[in-house]
């Protein structure tokens, strides 16, 4: 049997951008005011509804989510390395959610969402 490798290509997919709520502070070079939000990275892939027949306790979190989104990877921003519960990820279209749980399952991750 020939195995065959299966590559997706993922440029068409939207692009939606993770940001993380902090205090605005001022920038120590420039001393001009720097607004709270940090944008720490960016995700590619479609963001899906999910069914109520999933539980908070099947996906060890503490609020049930309502969206969910699947990317390989995340690229992030020079400083940061992980999503963490409370960011804020604003869609290609402008809608936004927070994420809820992040799991990683060697080949891809799996973001889930609570619209805001």
Do not use: C
Request: aromatic share 12%.
């Amino acid at each position: 049997m020939n195995k065959t490798n299966l590559s997706v290509d993922t440029s068409s997919e939207p692009i939606s951008v993770v940001y993380r709520d902090s205090e605005g502070h001022t920038d120590k070079e420039s001393g001009k005011w720097v607004e709270g939000d940090l944008e720490i990275g960016s995700v590619r892939g479609f963001i899906q509804p999910r069914s109520g027949s999933e539980r908070p306790s099947e996906t060890q979190t503490r609020y049930e989510s309502d969206h969910l989104i699947f990317t390989e990877k995340i690229d992030f921003e020079s400083g940061f390395d992980e999503l963490e519960e409370g960011d804020r990820l604003v869609a290609a279209d402008g809608r936004e959610f927070t994420i809820e749980f992040v799991a990683y399952w060697s080949s891809h991750y799996e973001i889930y969402l609570i619209k805001r």
